[in-house]
């Protein structure tokens, strides 16, 4: 049984160390982010998914649910 996401995440800017608690979407990933502190735009680091795995203290909702990313561009053969 699988506990429901936590859907707040703390990002923190790498730029200027800017502290945003973000409410995640559950349905989409957030692969943009503008920085409220020094208004720079984050994207994700190489491998990860969305700005909430690369800078986020809680990595998004698929991810938590292991259900893998919305952004699977490998189309596996699950039909
Ligand atoms: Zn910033």
Known sequence: MHPPPI???AL???QC???ATETMPTDACLYF???TGCHVLLRPKAG???VFCS???IKCPPI???SGCCV???TSSTS
């Open 64 to 66: 938590q649910q292991a």
């Open 17 to 19: 160390g800017f502290v």
């Open 48 to 50: 990860d998914c969305c």
């Open 55 to 57: 800078y986020g203290s």
């Open 7 to 9: 859907l707040q995440s």
């Open 33 to 35: 982010y503008e920085c």
């Open 12 to 14: 923190t800017c790498p």
């Open 72 to 74: 699977d561009i490998t």
